[in-house]
Each structure stands twice: as structure tokens, then as C-alpha cells.
Nanobody
Framework: VQLQAYGGGLVQAGGSLRLSCAAS????????MGWFRQAPGKEREFVAA????????YYADSVKGRFTISRDNAKNTGYLQMTSLKPEDTAVYYC????????????????WGQGTQVTVSS
């Protein structure tokens, strides 16, 4: 299983970005998918997760109401739509895949993408 995250960039506070996570080498619909982020000097933290079929989602409190996780299994791609971005959202964002349904901890994820940088300026 290979995951490739892309779509990061530099955006002003209050702006929006959409991250994508392209999966290959697997039946994408068999995996729960999540997004994590890691800011400099901080531990990797959970952002959002979505179940195999995309029916169930879960968000960290810090992004609830601003970020939306989704997936298109026909395209083997997952997404993270980020709106109302804040400087504290600045981090490297990682997508990950898990055999579990809706995991919120990094240890439950088996496959990881390489990360994409999101920088929010004030």
C-alpha cells in the first residue's frame, strides 16, 4: 500500500486548502483513512478519520466545524477540506490507512503517506 499526500501550501489566515491522499497497491475501500499533523517541536496529532465507506467521520476538537474529511473510493483518493485556517494549523499533514474502522490514534494505522506542508500566515 502506498499513500501520497499532496495539496499543501502557504495560505493566509481565514483561507482554505484541500489536501488529497492518493492510494495505490490496495483496495482502498477496505481501509479506514485518517489525517494527522505534526508541527515543529510537537508530537504528531490526530486530525480526522473516516470509515471504509465514508459513512462515519470523526474530528479532533481543534478542527471540528472547520475541516471536512471525505473519500472517493472509485478514485482511490481521500480528502481533507480545510477552511477558516488559523496559524496554529501550520504543520506537516499526513494521511494514513488502517484496517480498523475509525481509529483516532496513530498506532492503529499501518500505512502512511510522506506528508505535505501546510503553512498559515497571520
Amino acid at each position: 500500500v502506498q499513500l501520497q499526500a499532496y495539496g499543501g501550501g502557504l495560505v493566509q489566515a481565514g483561507g482554505s486548502l484541500r489536501l488529497s491522499c492518493a492510494a495505490s497497491g490496495c483496495t482502498f475501500s477496505s481501509y479506514g483513512m485518517g489525517w494527522f499533523r505534526q508541527a515543529p517541536g510537537k508530537e504528531r496529532e490526530f486530525v480526522a478519520a473516516i470509515s471504509w465507506r465514508g459513512i462515519t467521520t470523526y474530528y479532533a476538537d481543534s478542527v471540528k466545524g472547520r475541516f471536512t474529511i471525505s473519500r472517493d473510493n472509485a478514485k482511490n483518493t481521500g480528502y481533507l477540506q480545510m477552511t477558516s485556517l488559523k496559524p496554529e494549523d501550520t504543520a506537516v499533514y499526513y494521511c494514513a490507512a488502517s484496517e480498523a474502522t475509525l481509529p483516532t490514534v496513530a498506532s492503529r494505522y499501518t500505512y502512511w503517506g510522506q506528508g505535505t506542508q501546510v503553512t498559515v500566515s497571520s
